[in-house]
């Protein structure tokens, strides 16, 4: 199985934040910022602002789903801040 990342990137013009995984995130953020990707179209430019890498893509759309759930900015913010996510998938 591939290894997979959540990313988070923030917006140079709005100053929002967006969550992603991928097992490519330096070949994701290019395509946010060339307009591949609808959710993040014409609000760029993007810059990468942290990643994790975990075992499988899977665990890492799961972590990337639990995060967006929580919508909160202050918890993007800390996970930038400490350099990781605290988070762990249920049963794992």
Do not use: C
């Not at 014409?42 to 759309?61: D, S, V």
């Amino acid at each position: 199985m591939e290894q997979g990342f959540v990313y988070i990137i923030q917006s140079q013009t709005s100053n929002n934040y967006y969550t992603g995984s991928s097992e490519n995130p330096t070949k994701r953020l290019s395509e946010h910022n060339r307009g591949k990707v609808k959710s993040t179209r014409n609000k760029g430019p993007w810059i990468l602002k942290f990643t994790q890498g975990f075992p499988t893509i899977k665990e890492a759309k799961q972590i990337e789903y639990m995060i967006k759930k929580l919508k909160r900015r202050d918890y993007l913010e800390r996970i930038i801040q400490d350099g990781y996510i605290k988070m762990k998938i249920n049963g794992l």
